[in-house]
């Protein structure tokens, strides 16, 4: 593991790719604490207040009515102007729509919304913000089930090999050949689109992936003769697959995964961009793409979106050429 931590840091481009990922993730992970439109702390009449983690009613801020407060409000801000408020770095959540601007939305960036707003009025570094989230979540957890899933039945398949692999690679190529994104489109037509419910329906296609590659290497390594030495001293079926095989098709695994998780995050943007992905209400990549598509008089949105979807793709596909060229012996014999 170390041999491979620095084959990997000697990649500079994989590497500073990965630093910036990280970053990333973490900012987007965070994003309540960067991009909100309630305080994040409130100091008043000695008393400590959290709006971020908590809603509460106008009376207890010294207002007149017992409903959640209305942070914007200008009457907020004079029931606390001498009380201490923090507020996030960008006033703004991904569903704020701003009244007050310039100009009818969408606006270009200003020193007041960084990137702008779109065309709903809400800020644009905002709804980045968290819909970097969303796909990084949604790749990451979809990568790790499929993973699971294709490195489960691509184990089976090439142990038992016979009858079984014959027919469930017959299953494999069928399933294969169903065209995911139309059937997708059309099961978000009349079902209505969650986070889950369309992290399942990809899932019942995206296990594939890894099947084929998992499948080959069991066929490789189930006739070696510490395999053969294994079952003669009565070690389980499970036990030589996730005990002796599995771990060296873990590297190939291993190769593969920040591909994954690319192409999973690329299949929610499609999704979003088409408008059969996450609802409306949520910021997502895709949705800023396609804001960006309907609104070419204002072309802050489209590259906006544009960038942000390249850079988290190439970031992907660079870390996955470090890990593949570390994982790769063959090149540091000497």
């Not at 942000?308 to 593949?324: C, D, K, N, P, Y």
Request: charged share 15%; glycine share 8%; net charge positive.
């Amino acid at each position: 593991m170390r041999n491979f931590w620095y084959r990997f840091k000697s990649k500079k481009l994989s590497y500073f790719s990965l630093i910036l990922f990280i970053i990333i993730f973490i900012i987007s992970m965070f994003a309540e604490f960067i991009a909100n439109d309630k305080p994040l702390f409130v100091y008043k009449d000695s008393k400590a207040y959290f709006p971020i983690f908590h809603n509460y009613a106008e009376v207890e801020f010294g207002g007149e009515f017992e409903n959640y407060t209305d942070y914007k409000d200008p009457y907020f801000k004079e029931l606390t102007k001498d009380s201490i408020v923090i507020w996030a770095l960008i006033p703004y959540s991904y569903n704020t729509i701003i009244y007050d601007l310039p100009s009818p939305p969408p606006t270009p960036p200003s020193a007041k919304n960084y990137l702008g707003t779109d065309d709903k009025g809400r800020d644009l570094l905002a709804r980045l913000i968290y819909g970097v989230r969303i796909s990084l979540i949604f790749g990451i957890v979809l990568s790790v089930l499929s993973s699971v899933i294709g490195v489960c039945i691509g184990a089976i398949q090439g142990y038992y090999g016979g009858k079984i692999d014959i027919f469930s690679q017959r299953f494999v190529e069928i399933w294969t050949s169903v065209p995911i994104l139309f059937l997708l489109i059309i099961i978000s037509s009349f079902i209505t689109p969650t986070f889950w419910r369309i992290l399942g329906f990809v899932l019942l296609f995206s296990w594939m992936s890894l099947v084929g590659l998992v499948r080959a290497e069991f066929l490789r390594t189930r006739n070696f003769d510490y395999i053969k030495a294994s079952k003669a001293l009565g070690v389980s079926n499970f036990g030589i697959i996730f005990k002796h095989i599995l771990p060296n098709a873990l590297i190939s695994i291993t190769t593969y995964f920040p591909f994954i998780v690319a192409g999973s995050i690329a299949t929610l943007t499609s999704l979003d961009f088409l408008g059969f992905g996450m609802p409306p209400s949520y910021a997502s990549l895709g949705e800023i793409l396609n804001q960006g598509k309907d609104n070419i008089n204002s072309p802050h949105i489209g590259i906006v979106g544009f960038v942000a979807v390249s850079l988290i793709l190439s970031l992907l596909v660079f870390i996955g050429e470090g890990v593949r060229d570390s994982l790769d012996s063959r090149k540091y014999n000497g």
